[in-house]
């Protein structure tokens, strides 16, 4: 039976080790219950310390903007820490500006609630919900563009055209994890129970992947919201928009909210880019506006028309088709100009630079710099 | 080559959840040496010079990014769309960090189509790593080599 004494020692030991790293990390890793002031008292809550913020936020009903579902690497979840909570962490650094840091702005996905602590959030956020929904009815608006409607059932949402939402992606063949997607909403505001989004496939993309191949009629999704800065100022200033593929969403919303609201007389161009006409959509719809908005102009562009499109409208991509028109067709002079753009970061810095060197202003151009 | 200490905690990196939901090894049981070792190899039984297919790579990418997130042709051959999503993700190798920017290249000819990032581009020119067999954003050499006329 000697051969026994080794292996029972070592596992003796072993047992002995693990029950002593246990009871260490039950002392030292645990912060017991913690206050969260935000807005200096417009809301405390009391939670067990020890988790990330955003996660201890979102359980408490607080939702912050999160594209990557606390894996940080969207940088959206930003709020300002009044609160000593230690140094920054090197995986917040890189999404941070220098007069963030400066602000204490950190990530709330990565920091942990150890302490007592205080945070300052957008005010709108206090207004963000989570919403069980139903998807009532998708449809393909091209090869790679789906129109999906969502009923919210009794709950309601209230929303500024332009704002988007969260979708909550559940887990689904090799994607073990529950993951989010941030999408603009392209229902009317006035329409308080459906929320319709437009969503375009990305090749491997997680989340178009899953509505594109996965999403049925009748199924259940969350989705978080409404988020976002991107809504049309009151101001009467001519309205330059532009956008390509899913970026109609935001636009299509604001100009029905405009019609719901009898602002029927802003002027408004409509700049929406798209390659072939098997990539162009909503060409009916958006015509049809122009009988209904006294000065809105929709300009529909393709960058490559092939032969037998019969395309008979603006040809180049939609930044040369928006400066050709700023210095041939729109009447700027005297008059005030405002840019909202929706696009990836690339179409939102050309489009961008096309404005500014046609005389429109950095601080009147408004966008979510988000695919 | 071994499985050094870097190539462990790359390794670790590339499980699902830890810098993308999906990770960077698909259904691959090998280890990040063994993968890398039989993709060199694979790499020169093909002929296929992985800085010369970065930098075509590369160049699909700033061409497409032309496009403003719709299709566009390059050189006549090829139509490629790239699609940018908030954010960054960090190399595995922890050298660097990538914004997210996922690129279709179609050939027109053909109609053979390759999906890779903008982290894709540094993982094959910087690390020879292609990805695990069943990842998504695997580089299929044949299909690589095929598309770029190598």
């Known amino acids: 039976m000697d051969f026994l004494v080794a292996p029972i020692a070592v596992a003796g030991i072993a047992g002995i080790m693990a029950t002593l790293v246990a009871l260490v990390d039950m002392v030292a890793n645990n912060y017991g219950e913690v206050t969260i002031d935000v807005n200096e008292g417009k809301k405390e809550m009391t939670v067990r310390g020890g988790s990330p913020l955003l996660l201890t936020l979102s359980t408490e009903g607080l939702y912050l903007p999160s594209a990557c579902g606390g894996r940080g690497s969207c940088g959206a979840c930003k709020c300002r820490i009044i609160s000593d909570i230690g140094p920054y962490l090197p995986t917040e650094i890189p999404y941070l500006l220098p007069e963030e840091l400066k602000q204490n702005i950190r990530l709330a996905c990565q920091i942990k609630v150890k302490t007592n602590i205080g945070i300052e959030i957008p005010e709108d956020l206090f207004n963000v919900k989570q919403f069980s929904a139903t998807v009532t009815a998708i449809k393909d608006l091209t090869y790679d563009i789906k129109e999906v409607l969502f009923e919210l059932g009794d709950d309601t949402i209230d929303f500024e055209a332009g704002k988007y939402v969260q979708l909550v992606i559940p887990p689904y063949d090799k994607i073990k994890e529950s993951t989010q997607r941030a999408y603009s909403m392209s229902s009317s505001p006035s329409n308080r129970n459906q929320i319709e989004l437009l969503v375009r496939l990305v090749p491997g993309g997680i989340a178009t992947t899953y509505v594109h191949q996965h999403l049925e009629v009748g199924q259940k999704l969350d989705l978080i919201g409404p988020f976002g800065d991107f809504c049309r100022t009151a101001s009467d200033a001519i309205m330059l928009c532009i956008a390509g593929g899913s970026g109609m969403a935001p636009f299509k919303s604001m100009f029905y909210d405009m019609l719901d609201k009898d602002e029927t007389n802003r002027e408004i161009w409509y700049f929406f880019g798209a390659r072939t006409t098997k990539d162009m959509f909503y060409l009916d719809e958006m015509r049809e506006l122009e009988k209904q908005l006294s000065d809105y102009h929709f300009i529909p562009a393709l960058s490559e028309p092939q032969e037998g499109d019969g395309w008979e409208g603006p040809t180049g991509l939609i930044t040369d088709v928006l400066d050709r028109y700023l210095k041939e067709t729109i009447e700027t002079e005297g008059k005030v100009l405002e840019g909202y753009l929706c696009g990836s970061p690339g179409m939102i810095d050309a489009c961008n630079r096309v404005m500014n060197d046609n005389g429109v202003i950095q601080d009147n151009v408004y966008y979510d710099k988000f695919a | ?150």
């Open chain 2, 1 to 150: 080559m071994k499985m050094t200490p870097e190539l462990k905690k790359a390794q670790e990196n590339m499980n699902p959840g830890v810098i993308t939901a999906e990770g960077f090894l698909g259904t691959d049981k090998r280890n990040l040496s063994s993968i890398l070792d039989e993709d060199a190899q694979m790499m020169r039984r093909l002929e296929v010079n992985p800085d010369e297919a970065a930098r075509m790579l590369r160049h699909f990418m700033e061409e497409g990014q032309k496009g403003l997130g719709e299709p566009v042709t390059v050189d006549g051959r090829w139509i490629v769309r790239t699609d940018e999503a908030r954010g960054h993700l960090v190399c595995p190798w922890e050298d660097g960090i990538f914004r997210k920017i996922n690129v279709t290249v179609e050939r027109k000819d053909t109609g053979d189509k390759l999906y890779f990032t903008d982290l894709s581009i540094h993982l094959l020119e910087t690390h020879g790593f292609l990805e695990g067999k069943g990842s998504t954003f695997r580089l299929n050499l044949e299909i690589l080599a095929h598309l770029l006329m190598l």
